[in-house]
């Protein structure tokens, strides 16, 4: 007879298993330390690619109407003498000439309902049969101001704001994201990923560069109501010429700055006094470098980026600013 022998099967050694064991603890570790940093591009490219979206609306609004929308910045308008009702309807009334200029504001209980069926007012505080309730331009911030224009103007010439009819709308806002942080009606706008709304200044507001490009002199150190968040947006400014005598102006000097807070929620500090309703801060931060200025004619008046301003997103860096600094 004719017998077979059978080799018995071999199982893992203790070795083998430990080192298969540390092996994926390992790659398990990796995977750790890359997935965050993975969402977190992913998180900024989506805050990145909304930014430019709404870049492209504010300059279709452009194209309409010949200018940029106001960005409803107090410190700098009440610096200068004027409040934001002046500020808005000035604009109104260059861009509508047909306006209805005694009607089109302060509101009447038919325009504020044609606003809120438009979308544009907070419903959980505006009451078209309470006028207590209306929202008025003097609330209308620089997170508030360009979200407003985007929702378009009436088809209505005489009443462009608070008509009825049609209006273009520039940006689909997500309805979701439109909060009411002061409770005044007016909708700020949240980043997917950030609980601090965009901000927008406008730069027609703030003039040219000046003389001496000093912002404690001139008007490119804003301080704005930013609604939720943390920290104080102010407008960045950049360096034209060379060294410590440069002049400084405004980051997209033709245009204007749409700033997210980045993934922490947090716009950055400043060691100055913010602006108020009757004085202007007196610093800024320097685009792209991100460097403060000790001596020459900018001594003590750029102040260094912070951690938080470097995840800041804008539409000027097409990213976070951390992308721009040089090496």
């Known amino acids: 007879m004719n017998t077979r022998a059978f080799a018995k099967p071999r ?7 430990l080192v298969v064991i540390t092996i994926i603890g ?9 997935i965050p940093g993975a ?11 909304e930014i430019a979206q709404m870049d492209s609306a504010l300059k279709l609004f ?60 907070n419903p959980d505080v505006v009451d078209a049969t309470n006028s207590s309730t209306y929202p008025v331009l003097d609330n209308l911030g620089s997170t508030e101001a ?5 929702m378009g103007m009436s088809s209505d010439a005489e009443y462009p704001l608070t008509g009825g009819g049609d209006r273009k709308r520039y940006f689909e806002f997500a309805r979701e994201r439109l909060v009411d942080a002061e409770g ?10 950030s609980d601090a709304p965009y901000v927008y200044f406008c730069a027609s507001r703030y003039g040219a560069i000046d003389a001496v490009g000093n912002p404690a002199a001139d008007a490119f150190a804003r301080s704005a109501g930013t609604g939720s968040g943390t920290g104080e947006a102010r407008p960045y400014v950049e360096l034209v010429g060379s060294g410590s005598t440069g002049r400084i102006q405004f980051v997209n000097k033709d245009s204007f700055q749409l700033i997210c807070a980045g993934i922490d929620g947090n716009y950055g500090t400043f060691t100055s006094t913010p602006g108020t309703a009757t004085a202007m801060a007196t610093t800024t931060k320097l685009y792209p470098s991100g460097l403060g200025m000790s001596s020459g004619t900018h001594a003590g008046s750029i102040e260094p980026y912070t951690t938080e301003d470097r995840d800041n997103i804008t539409n000027f860096a097409q990213g976070p600013l951390r992308n721009k600094e040089p090496e």
């Open 184 to 193: 005044d009606g007016w909708y700020s706008y949240l980043p997917a990923s």
């Open 62 to 121: 452009k194209n309409d109407y010949g200018a940029f929308p106001p960005d409803g910045n107090a410190p700098f308008l009440q610096a200068k003498g004027t409040t934001r009702p002046p500020e808005f309807n000035s604009f109104l009334n260059r861009l509508f000439p047909r306006r209805n200029r005694a009607g089109d504001l302060p509101l009447t209980q038919k325009q504020v309902q044609n606003m809120l069926d438009a979308g544009m007012i």
């Open 39 to 49: 969402v977190s591009r992913v998180k900024e490219g989506g805050i990145t690619a």
């Open 11 to 17: 199982g893992f050694t203790l070795v083998e298993l």
């Open 146 to 150: 360009f979200v407003l224009f985007l």
């Open 26 to 34: 390992i790659l398990a570790g990796l995977a750790l330390v890359a």
